[in-house]
């Protein structure tokens, strides 16, 4: 498979799942003219689009596309229903496109209904996880957002974090805030900050790395707990999730 990610909006980012075959599957297409383009140069026609949430800037180009393409499918949460036809998944559902085989797993916290797909290697999260950060809480609580990412945590090292946005360089300057002296971090950050330079992309990251670089992914950390002053042995993971999100939020 070609993994192809499409810049879009301000920070966006629209992921296709090309099969080499002339097909393909896309992901939060939250406009259209840069997928249709994009289908255009590689000649390719789209079987089916997955959808992670409902918010705006990953759904804003389904009409459009769905146009230029009639029957073609549109998989997303229950939260999505209302506003495209579609087929809703919930967590547990298996999903055959293209020959893969996606597992859906339910990952709330930047909305309740949220959504991620898991196929290996590929994952695509949304605004769940993103590299060396995690999303905004807009409907759901640091509770959910922590369950959330100990599922996609489970995944193995080698799974592709397809996010959905441009955060990386921010989230590394908050982790360096938190961790000064981590290597990881710090090493990455180079890295990025040498990337965006040259106009590459940061993504798609790994889950091994983000074991390293993303704070969230490290809340049972006793190093992390420590420069948080949460070495209270009551002190829960989620509940270090709840402060590391609310100094992100004021950072």
């Known amino acids: 498979m070609n993994l192809i990610s499409i810049p879009a909006l301000q920070d966006n980012y629209i992921w296709m799942l090309d099969d080499q075959k002339g097909h393909c599957l896309i992901v939060d297409p939250g406009e259209a003219a840069p997928v249709l383009a994009a289908l255009k140069a590689a000649n390719l026609t789209p079987t089916a689009i997955l959808l992670t949430h409902h918010h705006h800037d990953h759904v804003g180009g389904v009409n459009e596309i769905s146009g230029h393409f009639p029957g073609l499918k549109v998989y997303g949460p229950h939260e999505t229903e209302n506003k495209f036809s579609q087929i809703s998944l919930k967590n547990g559902d298996k999903l055959v496109i293209g020959g893969l085989e996606w597992q859906i797993f339910a990952t709330p916290g930047h909305t309740l209904g949220h959504i991620s797909y898991y196929s290996a290697p590929y994952l695509f999260c949304g605004d769940t996880m993103f590299s060396a950060g995690c999303g905004r809480l807009f409907e759901g609580t640091p509770e959910q957002m922590y369950q959330s990412f ?20 921010s989230n590394l300057k908050f982790a360096r805030s938190i961790l000064p002296e981590d290597h990881d971090i710090h090493s990455h ?5 040498q990337m965006r330079e040259k106009g590459q992309s940061s993504l798609p990251s790994t889950l091994g790395l ?5 704070v969230f992914l490290r809340c049972d950390d006793i190093d992390l707990q420590n420069k948080l002053n949460l070495n209270d042995p009551l002190k829960t993971g989620s509940q270090v999730f709840a402060h590391l999100r609310a100094l992100k939020d004021s950072f």
Not at 189 to 193: A, D, P, S, T
């Open 150 to 169: 100990q599922r996609l945590a489970a995944l193995p090292d080698e799974t592709l974090v397809c996010a959905a946005h441009e955060y990386t360089l």
């Open 189 to 193: 950050e180079h890295k990025v900050q």
């Open 210 to 214: 983000e074991r390293k670089i993303n």
